[in-house]
């Protein structure tokens, strides 16, 4: 029977990967290609330096001036999804605003 594992022990051991299901490891794949974009979509030199919390939708809206309902319909760069919500980086909403003053 194909087993699973925690994505750590898979960094640990990553031959281990050939153990578990197709669909599993197809699964697996996918999530860690959209964290790696994600990342990457981060720049190095305006990453936070420990600084950065997680909001909700309400307290997102209010910052941005948008309604709810127009925030959960963007897909914004600073978007996190967090089990089946939608959070949003603080310091990545900060930074949204800036890059757009003076347009």
Partial sequence: MPKEF???ELV???SR???LAA???QQL???CAAVLVALAAVPIEDAPAGNDRLIDLDEASRILGI???TLRKKRLPFRVKVGGSARF???GIERYIRARQGR
């Fill in 6 to 8: 925690t994505l750590d």
């Fill in 12 to 14: 640990r051991e990553p």
């Fill in 17 to 19: 990967a050939a153990e």
């Fill in 23 to 25: 669909p599993v490891r």
């Fill in 29 to 31: 794949a996918l999530r």
């Fill in 67 to 69: 309604s709810p309902a």
């Fill in 89 to 91: 980086s603080r310091a």
